[in-house]
């Protein structure tokens, strides 16, 4: 197995819009409604969503692929692309999906590194994230990396109110 990360343009939008539906509806489905999910998939995660923030000079997307199969991505924003926060000393990583058939096989960690390599690049003084507070591998995978909670907030999915939390890294 040989993983690579590679940045993506518009012109691999199918292939995102794939991944990101695939490994979006394996971590969340069993904890919400199906409702919530086709709501959620349909609007935030459309060709049209996709391709206008792959066409934003703040956001960044990347593949990990084995060989030539996509199997997660991550998305990284910068300035006013960030969810909240905003500022230009911080990058917001605010997708790194797997898919679930490579949980534990370090494709996470590789995502995880290029964000941060992504982040030095810009010479970024911290970088953020939110995570659902029902998410304890993913917040474990924070909490190993040097990520501490310093706020929350709440994400909508479907008619449903979630709380994330929010951490940090300082660079």
């Not at 919530?36 to 391709?51: K, V």
């Amino acid at each position: 197995m040989y993983i690579s990360i590679n940045k993506i343009t518009t012109e691999d939008v199918t292939a995102l819009q794939s991944i990101s539906r695939q490994t979006f509806f394996e971590t969340f489905a069993e904890s919400n409604s199906e409702e919530n999910m086709r709501h959620y998939l349909e609007e935030n995660l459309s060709i049209e969503t996709l391709t206008s923030e792959l066409n934003s000079e703040n956001s960044e997307f990347y593949f990990a692929t084995d060989d030539d199969n996509v199997i997660g991505y991550l998305k990284l924003n910068f300035g006013a692309a960030q969810t909240e926060l905003k500022e230009e000393q911080s990058v917001e990583i605010e997708r790194i999906y797997v898919q679930s058939a490579y949980h534990g096989k370090k494709v996470g960690q590789l995502l995880y590194d290029k964000a941060i390599a992504v982040a030095k690049e810009r010479n970024a003084r911290y970088v953020w994230l939110g995570v659902w507070e029902e998410n304890p591998r993913a917040i474990n995978f924070y909490k190993k990396n040097g990520f501490v909670e310093f706020d929350k907030h709440i994400f909508i999915l479907g008619d449903d109110e979630q709380t994330d939390i929010m951490m940090r890294l300082e660079l």
